[in-house]
């Protein structure tokens, strides 16, 4: 399946490329497990699959990629595994943000960080601050992320800020408070780990994204499988709620 992905490049940047990817990450632990490692492990091979994906979007000329790193419902994971995500969180801020700059990244970072830890907190904000001028692929990291809060803190923050739209308020009334509304809504939505579902990740952005799964593990997914999955989208009639009829029109 995937041999085809290399001869596939060439048309894929000739073509419909994404404007949007947004990514859910999975089949880090299982993929260790299989391979009889420590689920932590399967982390650190993610990362290394995440700096594949990121040069493969910015040679695509893709201007957004978001990643879904830690939902608001893994903290119900072991202790030792939620504090090692934590750090290796921390390491790759410290370690990748030079790369970011000289190679025009902007990163943003969405979620509730009420949780994370002081020197967390400052790391984000530093990374977020050194990346701001960069024009080129907006990385954006979904960290204790998940699609409920963002619509409930998106609501609250427009009554707080247009209290009178309390008698009542539509979707373009919300829109600019959610975590996303720097970005267009994503264009595909790839996960991996062999799961059907997207998991309260961006509940709103993605109502009329085209999703796209994989058994692979997510260090098993790279540049080729990156490939493979837009060819895969350039596919795909995206109609809006019209009929063919229309867009060929």
């Known amino acids: ?15 419909k490329i994404p404007q949007h990817i947004a990514i859910i990450m999975d089949g880090n632990g299982r993929w260790a ?18 700096r594949d994906v990121i040069r493969a979007c910015d040679e695509f000329n893709i201007g957004y990629l978001t990643v879904f790193a830690f939902s608001s419902e893994n903290w119900r994971r072991p202790a030792d595994e939620v ?16 790369r970011m700059v000289r190679n025009n990244i902007r990163l943003k970072i969405i979620g ?18 050194l990346t701001a001028a960069n024009t080129g692929l907006c990385l954006t990291i979904a960290a204790d992320y998940g699609g409920h809060w963002d619509v409930l803190q998106a609501t609250k923050a427009m009554l707080k800020a247009q209290p009178e739209l309390l008698d009542g308020f539509g979707e373009e009334d919300i829109a600019p408070f ?13 996960r991996t ?3 059907q579902r997207i998991s309260n990740f961006l509940l709103w952005q993605l109502a009329y994204t085209e999703l796209y ?3 692979l593990a997510w260090p098993e997914f790279g540049r080729e499988q990156l490939v493979e999955s837009i060819a ?6 995206r109609r809006f709620g019209r009929i063919s009829e229309q867009l060929s029109e």
């Open 1 to 15: 399946m995937f041999s085809r992905a290399s001869e596939q490049i060439v048309d894929i940047v000739q073509g």
């Open 33 to 50: 497990k299989k391979r009889m490692m420590p689920r932590v492990y399967g982390h650190k091979k993610g990362v290394d699959a995440l």
């Open 83 to 98: 504090t090692f995500l934590m750090g290796l969180f921390l390491q790759v801020l410290d370690t990748e943000i030079e």
């Open 112 to 129: 509730n960080r009420e949780r994370f830890s002081p020197e967390l907190v400052r790391m984000i904000e530093q990374a977020e601050n």
């Open 178 to 190: 959610l975590s996303m509304a720097y970005a267009p809504n994503p264009d595909l939505f790839i």
């Open 193 to 195: 780990g062999g799961e």
């Open 213 to 215: 799964f994989t058994d």
């Open 232 to 237: 895969w989208y350039q596919q795909r009639e």
